[in-house]
């Protein structure tokens, strides 16, 4: 198994520009989850799902999109980049809402 | 809102020491703890968790301990070796927040050799 995976691992964009994060699992996980961690901070919760289909919003989603189309994959839009949403974000997956979490590797985005 | 937090941001222990990190959480409803580990450039690994009905629980040299009355949990690392050093997030949910995870900010354990 790979677990979950992220891509790219690196991005750099300008403001106003979009680009999709990459996140999917192998482990047939229904509750997936988009986290963004700030330097000395912990991590704040996007979006998550509950299995494909359904989305919601976590504590911070302005100016993130996510859809669920299929169980195995959770992307994380961005509509107009801001130089605020200069982060690390992690995608994580888990049996149940409330197991543990699985974690991918992260990727770290920078805008400009 | 309801946060988690960590008394201390930094630790730094002895090799073969054992180290005891803290955290304190506000939620008085929130009845499930996780400890995860996370290393530099990687995503936060599981640890441990403790669900409230009980006051400790123990893995492979990390024993959770929970105290419900002043809300605080700590991990306990027995024998704390180099490759232990990583950051240490607490995080803990309740039912009424649709068991969604509130995370500390993290504690910085340095093994020292």
């Known amino acids: 198994n790979a677990g979950v995976t992220q891509t790219p691992k690196f991005q750099v964009l300008k403001t106003g520009q979009s680009m999709t994060l990459q996140c999917a699992q192998d482990?047939?996980?229904?509750?997936m989850s988009w986290y963004r961690q700030d330097p000395g901070m912990g991590l704040r919760l996007i979006h998550y799902?509950?299995?494909?289909?359904?989305?919601d919003q976590g504590e911070v989603p302005n100016g993130y999109n996510v859809s669920r189309s299929t169980t195995e994959d959770f992307p994380l839009r961005l509509l107009s980049a801001a130089p605020s949403q200069t982060s690390v974000y992690f995608c994580?997956?888990?049996?149940?809402?409330?197991?543990?979490?699985?974690f991918g590797p992260g990727t770290r985005l920078t805008v400009l | 809102g309801e946060s988690v937090g960590l008394h201390l941001p930094t630790l730094s222990v002895q090799e073969g020491d054992n180290s005891i990190i803290n955290c304190a959480y506000s939620?008085?409803?929130?009845?499930?703890f996780i400890w995860y580990k996370q290393e530099s450039g990687k995503g936060p690994q599981f640890i441990i968790d403790?669900?409230?009905?009980?006051d400790k629980r123990q893995g492979q040299r990390v024993t959770v301990l929970l105290n419900k009355t002043v809300k605080h949990l700590s991990l306990q690392i027995a024998a704390t070796q180099p490759g232990d050093s990583a950051v240490y997030f607490c995080?803990?949910?309740?039912?009424?927040?649709?068991?969604?995870?509130?995370f500390g900010s993290g504690t910085q354990l340095t093994v020292l050799p």
């Open positions: 994580a997956s888990s049996y149940l809402r409330e197991n543990e979490q699985f």
């Open positions: 482990m047939n996980h229904e509750y």
């Open positions: 799902s509950v299995g494909a289909g359904i989305t």
């Open positions: 939620n008085s409803a929130s009845d499930y």
């Open positions: 403790i669900r409230s009905n009980m």
């Open positions: 995080a803990e949910s309740d039912s009424g927040s649709a068991r969604q995870l509130t």
